[in-house]
């Protein structure tokens, strides 16, 4: 469901499509991502038509991600990498963003809302959740879209493969898949995907504010994510209503249960993905990566990627429950 104040408040000349995320015509980048993301449902039956002009938007000579966010950039082994090398991990580091953002997507955040018009929560339902959920599922598609066709304009810019079968699954979504494994009850399952997903439809605004507003990086990938963050603030308070109707309905075990699985999908989303980035510097055939892999984890286990968790720390004080969650707030969110 659109957030049509929030958008209204940027800009009086944005544009809503259905489907789309909102977008201002007369911002170059935004419109030809959003044209590239239009037509490319047109291909199939028109597959010679002429593709948005967003590669001409492209600068070779500026990076794909920040350099900031990988793990080994802080590691004297950054300085022993030349220019190409550099460039390189910083293409995989968008490449492997837009694919933990799509993970997210695809395993935990839609399959939530799947259960949801199943029918498989107590507490909530109805025709006009239903709708909201439904909406929201297909803002999701979208989003998996412009990831997927973020990544794609990489490849054919560096003309280098980049390809998304290098990489583990994310650090998110195998800590998910970790706890499904673990649970012995569907109920158990359910609730632990309803978890994650409330974590990471609450949280996603800071996972993307990490790039939506650098201006350092490439225009094409800072605009994708600004695009799909402007869509988000929607979906969380829809996420946030959501687990409070079922924490309600809950009995006493089953509210410790949920609370634990929201602090583990919490700590996993913020963590650094150490085994991506140790995946892509083998792969890159960096020398030394292992001993600077494990020098990283020792010096880095702990860290949050992503520092603002304020959006659950608020959801579980409005819930009164802030003091049954253990986990670090840290200063920034006090």
């Known amino acids: 469901m659109r957030d049509h104040t929030a958008a209204d408040a940027n800009t009086d000349a944005q544009i809503q499509l259905p489907g ?9 980048t935004e419109n030809a991502i959003i044209s590239r993301l239009v037509g490319n449902w047109h291909r199939r039956a028109a597959v010679k038509r002429e593709e948005p002009d967003v590669y001409a938007l492209f600068d070779p000579d500026r990076p794909d991600f920040r350099d900031d966010m990988i793990p080994f950039r802080s590691h004297p082994i950054w300085r022993t990498l030349s220019e190409e090398a550099r460039s390189r991990l910083c293409s995989w580091g968008w490449v492997a963003y837009n694919r933990n953002t799509v993970l997210i997507e ?12 199943a029918g498989e929560y107590p507490g909530i339902g109805g025709q006009q959740l239903e709708l909201a959920v439904a909406q929201a599922m297909v803002d999701e598609q979208y989003h998996t879209l412009m990831h997927i066709n973020g990544s794609a304009v990489t490849r054919r810019m560096r003309r280098q493969e980049f390809s ?44 993307l504010e990490l790039l939506a507003d650098d201006q350092d990086i490439q225009v094409v990938n800072s605009t994708t994510v600004k695009l799909h963050n402007r869509d988000e603030y929607c979906h969380a308070s829809i996420s946030g209503e959501m687990l409070k109707q079922v924490y309600e309905a809950l009995p006493a075990d089953r509210r410790r249960f949920l609370l634990t699985e929201i602090v583990a999908g919490l700590e996993a989303f913020v963590a650094p993905d150490f085994t991506t980035w140790e995946t892509i510097v083998a792969f890159e055939g960096v ?11 020792e010096a880095q286990t702990g860290t949050h990627l992503v520092q603002d968790h304020s959006g659950v720390r608020n959801l579980l004080s409005d819930m009164d429950v802030l003091d049954q969650a253990d986990f670090d707030w840290g200063e920034a969110d006090r």
């Open 20 to 28: 789309i995320p909102p977008y201002d015509p007369r911002d170059p």
């Open 106 to 117: 695809q395993r935990i955040a839609n399959p939530a809302f799947e259960l949801v018009i």
């Open 164 to 207: 998304d079968r290098v990489l583990p699954d994310s650090h998110i979504t195998t800590i998910h898949q970790q706890h499904l494994d673990r649970c012995a009850e569907r109920w158990e399952r359910s609730l632990t995907t309803l978890a994650f997903a409330t974590v990471a439809e609450i949280s996603i605004n800071a996972y």
């Open 287 to 297: 020398a030394g990566w292992e001993k600077a892999a494990a020098e990283v984890r």
